[in-house]
């Protein structure tokens, strides 16, 4: 790990000292404070020596004229960084709820998001599972009556999306068993994203004059591969508890955020920015500006994936100050993302 490179022993453990103390306080730590805590048995000069180098070095900063500092994000980010990879902790109130079974998800999801703000003392949310890889699976195309079509559109995950579409004129039988061939042929196992201009030209070429039936039909498909985003649910529970931190419970800063955990597009934003992250299967932390969400910055959030099947997947997040505890935070997702997977899974069979 290249901040790792940087520091020797001791200054990990000054730092890893500065950042426990200061979560646990909410206030500045001094070099008397921290040869109290460690063990390493050094005078306050020689730690205050190290905490210049620290200072300097962009892990720790001094808020005010006092000698006390706070950590950086850059300490929080090396902080982080090391504790997730130290032994995962039980949490038995979690692995209590998960082990009913629950028929509803939606209320599973409820209950999740209500205990986690309660366990952690921060704002929750859940997002309910969706295919992040929608494709399409299969399309039928069947005579309502003179001048409509039913069409069927199936999508990855057996979602099914059923409309109705307005056509010209009456489509002969063997016109309309050709255009399902087409169809069919033409686009299953393919994203919308992947049906591009050439493949939607080609398909309209072939219909010849049903090109516009056609027509029709590729909106319908986009508008059903689509509309599963925007019936995504996110639940959300604990946004008051941002109150209990001084630093989030100005009136502008708390009014934003609470704001934000209201609104569904930008805890989307959220989502959106988890799910399109390389490592989106594991658990991810962002403080202060890494935030994707501009009215989070002044927050850390820690989220985690939990899965469903191939592409189906939910989002896990954790908000709350910098000074969360991280440690704790960590256990209790992890626990949360493997019993919320096994439960799943189990009511799907």
Same mark, same amino acid.
Not at 3 to 14: A, G, N, P, S, W
Not at 102 to 116: F, G, I
Not at 221 to 229: G, K, L, P, S
Not at 301 to 316: C, H, P, S
């Given at each position: 790990m290249k901040?790792?490179?940087?520091?020797?022993?001791?200054?990990?453990?000054?730092l890893k000292a500065i950042i426990k103390t200061y979560l646990e306080t909410g206030e500045p730590v001094g070099s008397r404070t921290i040869s109290k805590y460690t063990d390493l048995h050094l005078s306050s000069?020689?730690?205050? /020596?190290?905490?210049?180098?620290?200072?300097e070095l962009g892990y720790i900063m001094q808020p005010h004229t006092s000698?006390?500092?706070?950590?950086?994000?850059?300490?929080?980010?090396?902080?982080?960084?090391?504790i997730m990879q130290e032994k995962e902790e039980e949490v038995t109130?979690?692995?209590?709820?998960?082990?009913?079974?629950?028929?509803?998800?939606?209320?599973?999801?409820?209950?999740?998001?209500?205990?986690?703000?309660? /366990? +952690?003392?921060? @704002?929750?949310?859940?997002?309910?599972?969706?295919?992040?890889?929608?494709?399409?699976?299969?399309?039928?195309?069947s005579k309502v009556d003179e001048r409509k079509l039913l069409v069927v559109i199936v999508i990855e995950g057996n979602i099914i999306k059923n409309t109705i579409i307005p056509i010209q004129k009456e489509l002969e039988e063997e016109a309309l068993l050709n255009l399902n061939i087409l169809l069919n042929s033409a686009l299953n196992g393919l994203s919308i994203e992947?049906?591009?201009l050439d493949v939607i030209s080609r398909l309209k070429f072939q219909a010849g004059p049903h090109s516009e039936v056609v027509d029709c039909v590729?909106?319908?498909?986009?508008? @059903?591969?689509?509309?599963?985003?925007?019936?995504?649910?996110?639940?959300?529970s604990g946004a008051t508890n941002i109150f209990k931190y001084p630093e989030l419970s100005d009136g502008d800063k708390a009014s934003k955020l609470i704001? +934000?955990?209201?609104?569904?597009?930008?805890?989307?934003?959220?989502?959106?920015?988890? /799910?399109?992250?390389?490592?989106?299967?594991?658990?991810q932390v962002y403080i202060g500006d890494e935030a994707p969400v501009k009215n989070?910055?002044?927050?850390?959030?820690? +989220?985690?994936?939990?899965?469903?099947?191939?592409?189906?997947?939910?989002?896990?997040g954790i908000i709350g100050p910098k000074r969360m505890d991280y440690e704790k935070v960590l256990s209790t997702l992890r626990n949360l993302m493997t019993q919320l997977d096994t439960i799943l899974k189990k009511d799907e069979r």
């Open positions: 901040d790792k490179d940087q520091l020797d022993e001791r200054k990990v453990t000054i000069a020689t730690i205050r /020596n190290e905490m210049s180098d620290l200072e000698a006390g500092r706070i950590p950086s994000d850059r300490g929080y980010r090396f902080y982080v960084d090391q109130e979690i692995k209590d709820l998960m082990l009913k079974r629950v028929d509803r998800v939606e209320l599973l999801l409820k209950q999740m998001a209500k205990l986690l703000a309660q /366990n +952690t003392n921060y @704002a929750a949310m859940i997002s309910a599972p969706q295919y992040q890889r929608n494709k399409l699976k299969f399309i039928q195309l992947e049906i591009n590729l909106t319908e498909v986009a508008a @059903a591969i689509r509309a599963d985003d925007e019936d995504l649910q996110i639940y959300t704001g +934000t955990l209201e609104q569904k597009e930008l805890l989307q934003e959220l989502v959106d920015d988890v /799910n399109g992250s390389e490592e989106n299967s594991g658990i989070m910055k002044d927050c850390s959030i820690v +989220t985690a994936n939990y899965e469903l099947g191939e592409g189906l997947r939910g989002t896990i």
